[in-house]
C-alpha cells in the first residue's frame, strides 16, 4: 500500500496562487500514476489533473488548463499541485490519489489509494 498526505491548502484571494503537496510513504513512489482531484460542496469529486510515474506526461481538466500545473519528485516521494490565477469556483476540498496500473486515467474509480484532503478557499 502507499499513505498519501496532503498539505498546503488554506484561504487566497481570487487571483492569487497556491501550492499543494501530497507526500506518499509505503510502497515505491514511483511505480505509481498520480492525479489530484476536488470536491466543491454538494458536488461529486470531479478530476483536476493526472501524471505519469516519469512525470513526462500530464492531463488536465478543461478547467484548470493553463492556471495549474502538476509535478512529482520521485526522490522525495511527493508530488505537487501549483495553482495560479485562482478563481472562487476553484473553492474545494483536494486529494491526491494514487493509481497502481499503467495509464493516466480521469476515473476516481480507476485510483486505488487516497489522501485525506486539503481545503482551498478562494474568496472573490
Known amino acids: 500500500q502507499v499513505q498519501l498526505v496532503e498539505s498546503g491548502g488554506g484561504l487566497v484571494q481570487a487571483g492569487g496562487s497556491l501550492r499543494l503537496s501530497c507526500a506518499a510513504s509505503?510502497?515505491?513512489?514511483?511505480?505509481?500514476?498520480l492525479g489530484w482531484f476536488r470536491q466543491a460542496p454538494g458536488r461529486e469529486r470531479d478530476f483536476v489533473v493526472a501524471i505519469t510515474w516519469s512525470g513526462s506526461t500530464t492531463y488536465y481538466a478543461d478547467s484548470v488548463k493553463g492556471r495549474f500545473t502538476i509535478s512529482r519528485d520521485n526522490a522525495k516521494n511527493t508530488v505537487y499541485l501549483q495553482m495560479n490565477s485562482l478563481k472562487s469556483e476553484d473553492t474545494a476540498v483536494y486529494y491526491c490519489a494514487a493509481r497502481d496500473k499503467p495509464g493516466l486515467s480521469t476515473s476516481i474509480s480507476q485510483y486505488n489509494y487516497w489522501g485525506q484532503g486539503t481545503q482551498v478557499t478562494v474568496s472573490s
Open positions: 509505503g510502497r515505491t513512489f514511483s511505480n505509481y500514476f
